[in-house]
């Protein structure tokens, strides 16, 4: 009966925990980059937002296509199905899954593999490398069950010989925020004030920035707030670890001339909490998520600095659509008729995976190395490869 009081309650009040190690902080340090602050207040080990929330799902903050439905595991299986095969069925294929959430999508991708291609599933060795322990339980409560073994480790292996997957990892990196005032670069930091949080601006943390735009040859339109996600570019020159096959990105993010364009006045940082988008890093503390959009045009570049060629963009949408998602529904109504339920909600998953405002304008990024070129199935007809 309590139940809406406690919500409003929880919805307007922050981890005390999380604020008080923060302000010590700046009280010691002085004011903190976005970045700093961002990455504290996400994923701090006891008190960050990954180690105490359930951030994804319907019952969490944000729903991410794994949540949806399991018809979008099937289908990101059957690609790998092909690139398994195009790498001349290499045993053991290395499927490499860096921040699984729930662990649902690799649930999804063994019962499929196992289901239809048994053969395939066999040679999978399914590995996770997951940052937060809260979530890294979660995994395994969820594939204690799965049709294959999954084993988890601290950092990416070396010489992997496979598929680099990854759905919503980069986005959720934390990102420097600048702004661009009089032909300058300025970076805001945050500092803590009569009990609160403000914002800084001062010159940029690190000579990165400044590089990262000129390797872009582009800034952002003057007056604009921009993030700058230095730890994608890390990431990238990490993933170099993968001796031959594929690295396959689900992020939301655009490329770099249409992410910093100088109509995005105010960046593209999003918070979410119980699904309410909000422009607030500042409210809830510790209780709500923070997303900015990954440059995709980086990633690209960085990767071809490592040897990595672009196999594939495209849209989640076109995706799903190339690897036959509507097929996927008929499916269902055709082999079990009586299903109607069933039928209908898989419908819906379609709708809202596809979603050109939603899940749908996810972008899709595949990566080869080692690999001869070739026409990847979700990415048919796509102007972009
Ligand atoms: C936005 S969630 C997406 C989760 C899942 N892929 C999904 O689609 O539901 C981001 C995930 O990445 C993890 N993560 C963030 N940074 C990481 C890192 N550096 N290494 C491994 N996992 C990381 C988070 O803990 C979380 O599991």
New binding site residues.
């Given amino acids: 009966m309590a139940r809406p009081a406690q919500d409003e309650f929880e919805a307007t009040t922050e981890n005390a925990a999380l604020v008080e190690l923060l302000r010590r902080r700046i009280e010691a340090e002085g004011a903190i980059t976005f970045h700093d602050f961002m990455e504290t207040v996400l994923y701090h080990p006891q008190q960050g937002y ?1 180690a105490t929330r359930q ?2 799902g319907r019952e969490g903050d944000y729903l ?4 949806v439905h399991p018809i979008f595991g099937a289908l990101v299986a059957k690609q790998l199905l092909q690139l398994w095969e195009l790498m001349g069925r290499p045993q053991p294929f290395d499927l490499v899954e ?5 662990g649902l ?1 690799a649930r999804d991708i063994l019962r499929w593999a196992s289901k239809r291609e048994p053969e395939f599933c066999q040679a999978i060795r399914y590995r996770i ?4 322990p809260a ?1 890294r339980r979660r995994q395994e409560e969820t594939l204690s069950t799965a049709d294959g073994e999954v084993e988890w480790l601290e950092e990416l292996p070396e010489a992997i010989q496979g598929c680099l997957l ?4 980069i986005d ?2 934390p990102v420097h925020r600048i702004v661009h005032r009089d032909r300058r670069l300025l970076e805001i930091y945050v500092s803590y004030r009569d009990g609160r949080f403000e914002e800084l601006l001062g010159l940029t943390s690190t000579e990165r920035i400044a590089e990262y735009f000129a390797d872009l040859g582009l800034w952002p339109g003057e007056g604009c707030v921009a993030e700058v996600n230095l730890r994608a570019i890390d990431w990238m020159a990490e993933v170099v670890r993968l001796r031959r096959g594929f690295v396959l990105t689900f992020d939301y993010g655009y490329p770099a001339e249409e992410l910093y364009a100088p109509w995005r006045r105010d960046g593209t940082l999003l918070c979410f909490y119980r699904h309410n988008p909000s422009h607030d890093p500042y409210a809830r503390i510790g209780k709500q998520d923070m997303t900015a959009h990954v440059d995709f045009t980086t990633l690209m570049r960085v990767g071809r600095a490592h040897g990595l060629e672009v196999a594939g963009f495209t849209t989640q949408a076109r995706f799903l659509a190339n690897l036959g998602i509507g097929a996927g529904v008929d499916a269902v109504a055709r082999d079990s008729p009586g299903a109607l339920e069933e039928y209908y909600a898989r419908r819906r998953a379609v709708q809202e995976l596809i979603d050109p405002a939603g899940l749908g304008r996810i972008r899709v990024l595949a990566q080869r190395k080692g690999v001869l070129p070739a026409d990847l199935w979700g990415f048919a007809e796509d102007e972009h490869t």
């Avoid at 860096?98 to 729930?102: I, L």
């Avoid at 490398?129 to 937060?132: D, L």
């Avoid at 990854?166 to 990892?169: D, F, G, T, V």
């Fill in positions: 990954y951030p994804m991410t296509s794994p949540e860096q921040g699984a959430g729930t999508l490398v997951e940052i937060s979530l990854s759905n919503e990892l959720s990196f």
